[in-house]
């Protein structure tokens, strides 16, 4: 089967960006030159550097995100990525806010067979950064943490599901088993890390998957534990 490749949305516009942010700096410098009004410059140089850090932005972001094969889905990250196998994956669907079932988040939601398996493998690099960037998950999961961080977030021994689970891998597995429990998935995609809607591309990876395992995968992608 064709090996199939996720270009992130979030990377488009980038040479538009890049030649934007030049473009003003440019200006900026022939207007410096020139003497022109303090009033004029502040706000040329403040355009100037927000063009460039969304420039940088998009331009540090992997080219490839997303990667379906015979082995499973991998997730590049500028931080890391990961891999779950076509086995591992258990469902994989559009999260929905708790108090309005009918209203879906701007994620993809998979939810592991073994999601110790997977704390375990994932690097803490890689964990730290999810871990910050899934706070909106967070404060929507428990309404009462404005701040992304709560007490009850650190890690209990007791509660892990892998013993061997230390430092920002046991702080991660806690963060994961909380966002699991009350959204009902171990591992979030943003809709910006794709090149189509959530929804067409649950169907995509529903159909891959279905064609690397078999008829039964079917049942994989529609029920839970």
């Given at each position: 089967?064709?090996?199939?490749?996720?270009?992130?949305?979030?990377?488009?516009?980038?040479?538009?960006?890049?030649?934007?942010?030049?473009?003003?700096?440019?200006?900026?410098?022939?207007?410096?030159?020139?003497?022109?009004?303090?009033?004029?410059?502040?706000?040329?140089?403040?355009?100037?550097?927000?063009?460039?850090?969304?420039?940088?932005?998009?331009?540090?972001?992997?080219?490839?995100?997303?990667?379906?094969?015979?082995?499973?889905?991998?997730?590049?990250?500028?931080?890391?990525?990961?891999?779950?196998?076509?086995?591992?994956?258990?469902?994989?669907?559009?999260?929905?806010?708790?108090?309005?079932?009918?209203?879906?988040?701007?994620?993809?939601g998979i939810r592991l067979r073994?999601?110790?398996?997977?704390?375990?493998?994932?690097?803490?690099?890689?964990?730290?950064?999810?871990?910050?960037e899934q706070r909106p998950l967070?404060?929507?999961?428990?309404?009462?943490?404005?701040?992304?961080?709560?007490?009850?977030?650190?890690?209990?021994?007791?509660?892990?599901?892998?013993?061997?689970?230390?430092?920002?891998?046991?702080?991660?597995?806690?963060?994961?088993?909380?966002?699991?429990?009350?959204?009902?998935?171990?591992?979030?995609?943003?809709?910006?890390?794709?090149?189509?809607?959530?929804?067409?591309?649950?169907?995509?990876?529903?159909?891959?998957?279905?064609?690397?395992?078999?008829?039964?995968?079917?049942?994989?992608?529609?029920?839970?534990?």
């Open positions: 089967m064709d090996v199939i490749t996720i270009a992130p949305i979030s990377r488009r516009n980038r040479l538009t960006l890049s030649l934007l942010s030049g473009g003003l700096a440019l200006i900026f410098l022939i207007a410096l030159s020139k003497g022109l009004s303090l009033i004029w410059l502040l706000p040329l140089a403040l355009l100037t550097v927000f063009t460039t850090v969304l420039a940088i932005g998009k331009r540090i972001e992997p080219a490839i995100t997303l990667r379906l094969d015979s082995q499973g889905l991998n997730y590049h990250h500028r931080r890391g990525h990961y891999e779950v196998d076509w086995e591992q994956m258990l469902r994989i669907d559009q999260p929905r806010v708790p108090e309005h079932p009918g209203q879906p988040l701007d994620y993809v073994d999601p110790a398996r997977f704390y375990q493998a994932i690097a803490p690099r890689l964990a730290l950064s999810l871990l910050r967070t404060r929507l999961a428990q309404p009462e943490c404005n701040s992304g961080q709560c007490a009850d977030l650190l890690p209990d021994e007791t509660a892990l599901p892998e013993s061997g689970l230390t430092g920002i891998r046991a702080a991660y597995a806690t963060h994961q088993m909380m966002l699991r429990q009350q959204l009902g998935y171990d591992l979030y995609l943003h809709h910006s890390c794709l090149d189509r809607s959530p929804q067409e591309f649950i169907v995509l990876v529903r159909d891959y998957q279905m064609r690397q395992l078999g008829p039964s995968a079917g049942s994989t992608t529609a029920t839970t534990e």
